[in-house]
């Protein structure tokens, strides 16, 4: 499914994965408030170029749904339930995938690094979509597990990005229509 010919990440060919940024995770997770917000800007930028989300939230049921800040700006139908680590191995998410079939890119960020991010990436790898981690909105709870992790994905191929990275490649172009709009969520990032 990878487009070999462009290494960057168009916002025709991507869709914004979050893992499990929920509510009883999150403030266990090194800068936890930080990978939110960055997520936050991710998904905000998603919904102005019309790129497609999905939400993982891991056992819900026990750990809360997603955290207030960001299922604000998600809907019902695009959280996919799971109890695996691994997203891929969750039907709902190669469904929901397999109905945006020109949508070959998969940006991922959340949580936990080293655990349910790591193990959807290298699974969503092995199937052949391009993969794109944003770093800055990806956590774990102790850094030398999120590095490792980092080092780990990178080693088998998989990119690593930070999110203001990643929406200046879905622009694409300072005269995007959504330039300015855009502009004003990476600029959150230093307020």
Known sequence: ??????????AEDSVLLLI??????????????????????????????????????????????????LAALIEP?????????????????????????ARNRVIVAGTEAHVCVMQTALDLHSARFAVSVVTDATGSRFEED??????????????LVTSEMTIFEWLERGDNDDFREALAIIKERGA
Do not use: Y
Request: no cysteine.
């Open 1 to 10: 499914m990878t487009n070999e010919a462009s290494h960057l990440n168009r």
């Open 20 to 69: 499990d940024l929920q509510e009883q995770l999150v403030p266990a997770i090194d800068r936890g408030g930080d990978r939110v917000a960055a997520a936050a800007r991710l998904l905000r930028a998603a919904r102005l170029l019309r790129i497609p989300v999905r939400v993982s939230e891991h056992m819900a049921e026990r750990i809360g749904g997603t955290v207030p800040e």
């Open 77 to 101: 139908e695009e959280i996919i339930a799971k109890s695996s680590f691994s997203g891929w191995d969750t039907d709902a998410l190669r469904a929901a995938l397999g109905d945006l079939p």
């Open 146 to 159: 999120r590095l490792a992790a980092f080092e780990r994905m990178r080693g088998a191929g998989i990119t």
